[in-house]
């Protein structure tokens, strides 16, 4: 009888260890299927090809909970992942004395660095609603996907770290929670300047009625630039939704864009070194006029060289602190470019408008405190203030299902940006166009008295008019990007400020070719005199 006894006791732990083998088996079969599905290169593990999805991605979810919840296993919590980590699960058994869980992804076995940004923390209220309607053995499951290829709604959202963080309590569906379930995000690089929120996957939801991401019922916080706390009072599938920008770029614009600044930006550094190589070989240096114009080829340059490192030093291998320095010498480029649009003319105008008695004692050196000293005044402030506000920016375009991420150094603070880049352009655009105008009609008013002089007034209208609009009066057009405006402004925009540099030698060019002429004109006429008085005598 003892012989039977321990016969049926050894067949029940058998059958026990092969049921729980048998269920373990297919959940990792069932995980390994959804990571060959996710996989955007096509290609498993072993470098073998993905068969089609058999699934809709809402199925695979339902599979996946379904065998969490049901499986039998050892222990109080059981932990399966794919082969590449690229999908995780877990399932803890919980009681009804559930004081609280802390799972964060830093502790998790086999998770790349780079995904293990994230943690969720459960409140002791999780399972309080349903131990009142039955006290038995509970159970949580959680989900990590690395991918949003199974949350994918109408809009191709965003998500950051392309992380969605899912959670279950049994088949209970949890929600208005007194104490939020806290879910942590981090990021590798700063995320201000950032438009983030909260969201859970709403399932049924959406066009296809697959789901779509909603904000209820959660809180986003930011403690640190680099991480979002998000205060749910429910359960499900959370991610964070980045939005970068009100009007983003269309991806299909993106190359031709990218191509147009990297050609203008490389010529106007050419011409720009080629201008001042010409302006020291030049004999006159200590002309005034032609000193503004070399200290705004200095500024240009500078500007033009620091756009082109930015994005290279905003990769992941480069520090974040090289990225941040490089952003802040943009930045100032940017005002010093802007200052010496803005001085230049404001020297049109004491050329052309005011052009009697007017002398500034040390005029160029005070040109040059205002246009080196007040923007570099401004970036350190911002420095002192907040370091934070300069970092790597990230760019997200959609392009059907694909997303594209560019990462450029630069400004991350939105206020900042608008007062100390839209703001100080504004200004200078417009200060610029009413000199402009200021000075045409000073030109006017000179071919009205002197209508001899009517061809040369002309021409010096058309020469002015060319001289403000490459100082400054284009950066007007970023106040032009919405609605049917937006496509020719990009364009425009791109093509005139990446070729600055360039707009500006030509006019260079210009001047010295008019100056030698003038020169050579003078010089002829006073030869001609000499020869006539020698006749005379």
């Known amino acids: 009888m003892d012989h039977c006894a321990a016969l049926l006791l050894y067949l029940c732990l058998v059958t026990f260890q092969s049921g729980t083998a048998e269920a373990s088996w297919k959940l990792r079969s ?99 609603e349903a131990c009142q309607i039955h006290r038995k053995e509970l159970r949580l499951i959680c989900v990590y996907f690395y991918t949003s290829f199974f949350f994918q709604d109408d809009t191709n959202s965003s998500l950051l770290n392309n992380c969605v963080l899912g959670a279950q309590l049994g088949h209970d569906h949890v929600d208005n929670l007194r104490e939020p379930i806290n879910i942590s995000f981090w990021h590798h690089q700063s995320l201000e300047g950032q438009t983030l929120t909260c969201v859970f996957w709403k399932k049924g939801a959406g066009k296809h009625h697959w789901g779509a991401w909603s904000s209820e019922g959660c809180r986003t916080e930011q403690p640190s630039p680099a991480q979002v706390l998000c205060r749910c009072n429910h359960l499900s599938y959370f991610a964070v939704l980045m939005q970068l920008s009100p009007a983003p770029i269309p991806a299909e614009l993106l190359p031709p864009l990218t191509y147009i600044s990297l050609v203008g ?78 001085i230049e003319g404001f020297n049109l105008y004491l050329l052309l408008v005011r052009v009697y008695n007017v002398y500034i004692h040390r005029y160029v050196l005070k040109l040059c405190v205002l246009g080196w000293g007040v923007p570099a005044v401004l970036v350190l402030l911002l420095l002192a203030v907040k370091s934070s506000v300069y970092g790597s920016l990230s760019i997200s375009q959609e392009n059907g299902t694909a997303s594209q991420n560019i990462s450029i150094c630069w400004l991350l603070n939105p206020k900042v940006h608008s007062v100390l880049v839209m703001g100080y352009g504004g200004l200078t655009s417009l200060f610029n166009l009413v000199v402009l105008a200021r000075v045409l009609q000073a030109l006017r008013k000179l071919r009205e008295r002197e209508k001899a002089m009517g061809a040369r007034a002309c021409r010096d209208a058309i020469t002015v008019l060319g001289l403000t609009v490459l100082l400054g009066t284009t950066w007007a057009l970023a106040f032009f990007s919405f609605g049917i405006f937006l496509l020719p402004q990009l364009f425009l925009f791109t093509i005139f400020n990446s070729f600055y540099g360039f707009f500006l030698f030509l006019w260079f060019c210009t001047q010295r070719c008019r100056t030698e002429a003038e020169a050579e004109a003078e010089a002829g006429t006073e030869m001609d005199a000499f020869s006539s008085s020698q006749v005379v005598q």
């Open 30 to 128: 069932l995980l390994e299927e959804m990571e060959m599905v996710a996989n955007p290169k096509g290609l498993n593990s072993k470098g073998r090809s993905v068969p089609p999805a058999r699934l809709p991605a809402p199925e695979y979810i339902h599979n996946l909970e379904y065998n969490l919840l049901n499986s039998t296993f050892e222990g109080h919590n059981l932990t399966e992942q794919t082969s590449q980590a690229t999908i995780q699960a877990l399932a803890f058994k919980l009681g009804c004395d559930f004081s609280g869980l802390l799972l964060s992804g830093a502790t998790m076995e086999k998770v790349p660095q780079a995904w293990a940004s994230h943690a969720m923390q459960f409140p002791a209220e999780l399972t309080r």
């Open 265 to 342: 930006c490389s010529i106007s550094i050419v011409a720009s070194l080629l201008t001042i190589l010409l302006h020291f070989q030049s004999r006159k240096q200590g002309d005034f006029v032609t000193c503004i114009h070399m200290n705004l080829h200095v500024s240009v340059l500078l500007l033009n060289v620091t756009f082109l490192l930015s994005p290279m030093l905003a990769m992941s291998p480069v520090p974040e602190s090289a990225c941040m320095v490089l952003a802040a010498i943009l930045h100032y480029a940017l005002l010093c470019s802007l200052t010496w649009m803005a």
